[in-house]
């Protein structure tokens, strides 16, 4: 089979492209015909070699997929040959990656995708969907009423993040780097979109929350505690999913009399039961039409190395040129 893969950690220059041998699956696996697969930053991280968990090579790039079962090991019971299926939280441990012509996918990290939904909508969606509902249902229970902050609504996370934040029932406020994208959250629901490039963020957070925010949602590497903590509002919570060397100076006063709580998580922790019962959460929002993909292009996936240049650029430098996830055809 074909397949976007690396035989060392370095840069995008080390991802190739060409044949692999076929997967078998395992007796409780299913054998899934991959149609298309998303570039995410943990994607980057991983071929660069800066995550401890160390791939094993040849290692296969992606996170997540979505396709078409071709055949089913004989201790699988929830899926049948030819069902359309997504998965996430591949590509790590001793599970290989998803951005190849077929992938073996155990049957517990798999989906069914719903009916009338383009697999390249759907695998935009996986990974930054459960991440976004993990954060929000099980870490920091948002609730009907709240005032939610996102830094980085148009982003893959942030746009997943802004989009379940209104249909739970919350007001939204959130930044984006452009005009366009700032339009573009807009669309996604958001009540109040601040221009970080433009706006006093601080003031304009202040003027849509005069009590504070309940929940303020960080997408950017460097949090920044300083200015965040004063704009929490009294048992205000704080999601923190990204950083991994970040060191930043924290308020411990203003924190903990106001009683907040800090929730850190990584989605790729969570248990399978976890991520079915998110993935349950995400597919039913898309059929009611509350949680839509945004996708920046789709390529080939010949062309997984533009693809990580371009995510690198994008969420590491800062560069803003991607909008949306970047979705690679099988
Ligand atoms: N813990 C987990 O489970 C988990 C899961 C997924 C991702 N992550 C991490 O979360 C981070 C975001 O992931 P992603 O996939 O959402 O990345 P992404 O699609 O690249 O989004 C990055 C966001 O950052 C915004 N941004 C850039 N500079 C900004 C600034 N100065 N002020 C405010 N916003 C700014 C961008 O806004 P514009 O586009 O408007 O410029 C964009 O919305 C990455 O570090 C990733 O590794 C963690």
Same mark, same amino acid.
């Given at each position: 089979?074909?397949?976007?893969?690396?035989?060392?950690?370095?840069?995008?220059?080390?991802?190739?492209?060409?044949?692999?041998?076929?997967?078998?699956?395992?007796?409780?696996?299913?054998?899934?015909?991959?149609?298309?697969?998303?570039?995410?930053?943990?994607?980057?991280?991983?071929?660069?070699?800066? &995550?401890?968990?160390?791939?094993?090579?040849?290692?296969?790039?992606?996170?997540?997929?979505?396709?078409?079962?071709?055949?089913?090991?004989?201790?699988?019971?929830?899926?049948?040959?030819?069902?359309?299926?997504?998965?996430?939280?591949?590509?790590?441990?001793?599970?290989?990656?998803?951005?190849?012509?077929?992938?073996?996918?155990?049957?517990?990290?798999?989906?069914?995708?719903?009916?009338?939904?383009?697999?390249?909508?759907?695998?935009?969606?996986?990974?930054?969907?459960?991440?976004?509902?993990?954060?929000?249902?099980?870490?920091?229970?948002?609730?009907?009423?709240?005032?939610?902050?996102?830094?980085?609504?148009?982003?893959?996370?942030?746009?997943? &993040?802004?989009?379940?934040?209104?249909?739970?029932?919350?007001?939204?406020?959130?930044?984006?780097?452009?005009?366009?994208?700032?339009?573009?959250?807009?669309?996604?629901?958001?009540?109040?979109?601040?221009?970080?490039?433009?706006?006093?963020?601080?003031?304009?957070?202040?003027?849509?929350?005069?009590?504070?925010?309940?929940?303020?949602?960080?997408?950017?590497?460097?949090?920044?505690?300083?200015?965040? &903590?004063?704009?929490?509002?009294?048992?205000? @919570?704080? &999601?923190?999913?990204?950083? @991994?060397?970040?060191?930043?100076?924290?308020?411990?006063?203003?924190?903990?009399?106001?009683?907040?709580?800090?929730?850190?998580?990584?989605?790729?922790?969570?248990?399978?039961?976890?991520?079915?019962?998110?993935?349950?959460?995400?597919?039913?929002?898309?059929?009611?039409?509350?949680?839509?993909?945004?996708?920046? @292009?789709?390529?080939?996936?010949?062309?997984?190395?533009?693809?990580?240049?371009?995510?690198?650029?994008?969420?590491?430098?800062?560069?803003?040129?991607?909008?949306?996830?970047?979705?690679?055809?099988?």
């Amino acid at each position: 089979m074909k397949a976007a893969y690396f035989t060392r950690t370095g840069p995008p220059e080390v991802i190739q492209y060409g044949d692999l041998p076929d997967p078998r699956p395992a007796p409780g696996q299913c054998l899934v015909k991959v149609i298309a697969v998303d570039v995410n930053p943990i994607d980057t991280y991983i071929r660069a070699g800066l &995550v401890p968990s160390k791939p094993v090579f040849p290692a296969i790039l992606g996170r997540d997929l979505a396709g078409t079962v071709l055949e089913c090991g004989p201790e699988v019971k929830r899926f049948n040959k030819g069902d359309r299926v997504w998965a996430t939280n591949q590509g790590l441990g001793d599970r290989p990656g998803t951005s190849s012509e077929m992938a073996a996918v155990d049957e517990q990290w798999l989906y069914p995708i719903p009916s009338g939904v383009k697999e390249e909508d759907i695998v935009a969606l996986s990974l930054v969907a459960v991440t976004a509902q993990l954060g929000l249902v099980r870490k920091a229970q948002l609730k009907s009423g709240e005032i939610l902050f996102v830094n980085g609504g148009a982003g893959g996370v942030g746009s997943c &993040v802004v989009q379940m934040a209104k249909s739970m029932g919350a007001k939204v406020i959130t930044t984006a780097g452009s005009d366009a994208k700032a339009d573009a959250c807009r669309q996604l629901g958001a009540d109040v979109v601040i221009n970080y490039q433009t706006d006093d963020i601080d003031d304009a957070i202040r003027r849509a929350a005069p009590d504070g925010v309940n929940v303020w949602w960080e997408t950017l590497r460097q949090p920044d505690f300083d200015r965040a &903590v004063p704009l929490l509002a009294m048992r205000g @919570r704080y &999601v923190l999913m990204a950083g @991994r060397d970040a060191k930043p100076v924290f308020p411990v006063g203003p924190f903990y009399v106001k009683d907040c709580s800090l929730h850190g998580f990584a989605m790729f922790n969570g248990t399978p039961e976890e991520l079915r019962s998110a993935a349950e959460d995400i597919n039913r929002w898309v059929l009611e039409g509350n949680l839509k993909a945004r996708i920046d @292009r789709v390529l080939p996936l010949s062309a997984a190395m533009e693809a990580h240049r371009l995510q690198e650029d994008s969420t590491i430098r800062q560069s803003g040129v991607v909008s949306g996830k970047i979705v690679l055809r099988v």
